[in-house]
């Protein structure tokens, strides 16, 4: 038994729940006599909605059929090897299921030496090698291409990308190593360290070709056909395959210092995985592939037994598993048909969510406010939305002509909403002017409509409590941009009955959301904490601290933006109110800042002017801002600032807010773009010691976010 054999069957040990894809071997004549070849299909039985993956008996099976073709062309009875997928999937990656149970360096080292060892074997036949990526390839399905002599591409590819550094993870089945060789290192940076760290954006084939990644693309619908063509032709040398010299110069030091400078911007070195990447692409210029797998097989490694990979693991499985079955929500039976949707307001944010029902429920959609200019605005907006998307060829003329006949706007409520399923408002911020629409809107809505609000802070309870039906109003609070943002915060009030709830989560679900149920508590979840975060930093600033130290001291958590960044794209009027309505609720934890209101006064946008192209503090908000004479260090600045929200969210889930700590970094993390390496907030909190700091224990139980015990 050889030592690849031993160590996948180890490995295969350790991952019991392994989907297994087989690699089945079949033997067909190329055209024009170019003699018998042997196609590899990686397929693991199941539809396109289950995607091919790669574990250690998936590996396994890769190996034996290797094992068959490497004979077969020592012997000269083929005259080349293919590797493709099953319809619609190529292979995309590691099984992330068997990562999660590794309990040691060693198990995890394997992972690596196990890919390693079968890939490189396609390189090392006696015959070329083709792959042919005919649908999604992401990760270690990318890789194998890579080890093959040529590649074809299909046109209709949707997803195409080495994910790794997204996760935590590095390319470590060859992509560190052979990408920069084959299409230098500046392109490998952009697959490898930009796009996964601009939220793990994929390629089409036509980027995949162009970037030299492919030899050769053809249409999707007779791809195979087309691909067996070309390699007949390649092989009886008609066809030369050229690539561009790859620049191991100068160019290679800027493509790894473009990669790093890139990483620093994203996560702020809080991270390794782009960095151990970025070393890896470095060393790569040498071209002594045998070193820099060993370096795939070390980073792999020791990144699988760090927190981050388990981290981003957790985000993973939360984005993809939690949120598509939201704990609390009711059966989906009791759920009632939506086939009209009224909206209370004109604005933009009415006008957005006007937009979102329309294209997804494609039901007709009315406006309603308080005069007929911001009726035309609202409905004039929603238009100009659907004509961008013809423009970028997302509709065609017909869809254009149906969405935009399916809105209209009316001032009578009456009019609009006798005959409508759901209601959402979308009004001033304030309870009073919401209980009155709500009253107007019971008032002519059939008995069955849902009457939804998109409040940010205010009681869901309180904004029903003058209601004859109280029991069919709920909080839908979508996150701005609408269209961007996935998050929905369903907020149930004290006498929101099952079957209201059910609509809401069965609408959510068609608008494409991510809903998470929310019991109505100041402000839910995602307000509440970044408040509570943000009022922090804001009192350490009134206190006396430097607004750059307040702002630098919170890098290495890697946000997306700093706090008063942050504070400028929420509106710095929207930040004052949230925060006065939780001083309302909670005044032992929630402050007001003074500056905050004179900054808002004095009708500021934000802290910050760009005039250099960088945030730099507007000297009229300086000249604004009062402060005392308390001066912390970055690093007590960081503390302080953690410990509040540790304390937080533990009183959060003692509130029973949503069910599980799960839940906040489902909201954070869709709702809030909190670092998906950090699996939002808890899990950094747990590695950091700061849970068991403030709150006596963990938020997660060991090997949920982190290595198991």
């Not at 009224?342 to 009415?350: D, E, K, N, P």
Request: proline share 5%.
């Amino acid at each position: 038994m050889s030592s690849t054999t031993e160590l996948l069957k180890g490995a295969a040990e350790l991952f019991p729940g392994e989907v297994v894809t087989e690699a089945h071997v079949r033997h067909l004549d190329l055209p024009g006599g170019a003699g018998r070849f042997a196609l590899i299909t990686l397929d693991n039985g199941l539809d396109h909605t289950k995607p091919t993956t790669i574990g250690p008996q998936s590996l396994a099976n890769l190996n034996a059929a290797i094992d068959q073709v490497e004979k077969e062309a020592a012997e000269g009875t083929v005259t080349g090897v293919g590797v493709t997928g099953k319809p619609f999937i190529f292979a995309v990656g590691a099984d992330l299921k068997g990562v999660e149970l590794l309990k040691n360096h060693a198990d995890a080292l394997a992972i690596g030496k196990g890919g390693h060892d079968v890939f490189r074997r396609l390189s090392s036949l006696a015959v070329p090698t083709f792959a042919y990526y005919n649908g999604a390839a992401m990760g270690g399905g990318v890789e194998i291409g890579l080890h093959c002599s040529y590649r074809t591409v299909s046109q209709a590819i949707p997803a195409f990308s080495l994910p790794e550094v997204f996760l935590g993870l590095v390319p470590g089945w060859g992509g560190c190593a052979l990408l920069p060789n084959l299409i230098g290192a500046d392109r490998a940076v952009s697959v490898i360290i930009e796009n996964a760290l601009n939220q793990n954006r994929q390629l089409k084939g036509k980027q995949v070709y162009e970037l030299g990644i492919a030899d050769a693309i053809f249409e999707g619908a007779d791809f195979l056909e087309q691909s067996l063509l070309w390699t007949a032709s390649v092989l009886k040398g008609e066809i030369a395959v050229e690539r561009p010299e790859v620049d191991r110069g100068e160019a290679w030091d800027q493509a790894v210092a473009r990669g790093r400078a890139i990483a620093d911007s994203k996560v702020h070195g809080a991270a390794p995985a782009a960095y151990r990447a970025l070393e890896i692409i470095g060393a790569a210029r040498s071209g002594d592939l045998g070193a820099g797998f060993d370096a795939e097989d070390q980073a792999l490694a020791d990144l699988i037994m760090g927190g981050e990979l388990r981290s981003g693991i957790y985000s993973f499985n939360l984005v993809q598993k939690r949120a598509k079955r939201p704990a609390g929500a009711p059966d989906k039976s009791l759920a009632r048909p939506v086939t009209k949707v009224g909206v209370v307001g004109a604005g933009l944010m009415a006008s957005q969510l006007a937009l979102l029902f329309l294209r997804r429920l494609e039901v007709p959609v009315v406006l309603t406010d308080i005069d007929q200019e911001r009726i035309d605005k609202g409905v004039g907006y929603v238009h100009a939305e659907i004509d961008k998307l013809l423009g970028k060829g997302r509709v065609n003329q017909d869809k254009a002509n149906r969405l935009k006949a399916l809105v209209t706007g009316v001032l009578d409520k009456a009019e609009g909403f006798f005959d409508a399923d759901f209601v959402i408002e979308a009004v001033f911020e304030e309870i009073g002017v919401k209980q009155q629409v709500f009253a107007e809107v019971e008032a002519v809505a059939p008995a069955h409509a849902i009457l939804a609000t998109n409040t940010s802070s205010l009681s869901v309870t309180e904004m029903a409590s003058k209601l004859k039906n109280p029991e069919r109003v709920v909080g839908f609070h979508f996150f701005n941009p609408v269209a961007v943002l996935p998050l929905l915060e369903i907020v149930r009030g004290e006498q929101t009955d099952e079957a209201s709830l059910a609509t809401a989560f069965g609408v959510a679900r068609k608008l494409k959301k991510t809903a998470v149920l929310v019991k109505d508590a100041p402000a839910f979840v995602v307000n509440r904490i970044l408040t509570r975060f943000m009022g922090e930093i804001q009192d350490i600033i009134d206190e006396g601290t430097p607004v750059e130290t307040a702002e630098k001291a919170i890098e290495p958590l890697g946000l997306p933006m700093s706090p008063l960044v942050l504070l400028e794209l929420v509106g710095p009027a929207i930040g004052l109110h949230v925060s006065e309505t939780l001083n309302r609720a909670f005044p032992e934890r929630f402050t007001v800042s003074e500056n905050l209101a004179a900054v808002v006064k004095a009708g500021k946008r934000g802290f910050y002017v760009y005039d250099s192209g960088k945030p730099e503090l507007d000297p009229e908000v300086a000249a604004l801002l009062e402060q005392g004479d308390t001066v912390l260090t970055e690093d007590q600045v960081r503390d302080r600032v953690l410990d509040a929200v540790a304390q937080e969210i533990g009183l959060m889930l003692d509130e029973g807010v949503v069910a599980e700590a799960q839940d906040i970094d489902l909201c954070l993390i869709t709702g809030a773009g909190w670092p998906f390496h950090l699996g939002g907030i808890t899990p950094y909190l747990d590695r950091e010691g700061v849970s068991e700091r403030v709150n006596g224990k963990k938020f997660l139980e060991q090997g949920v976010a982190s290595v198991p015990a």
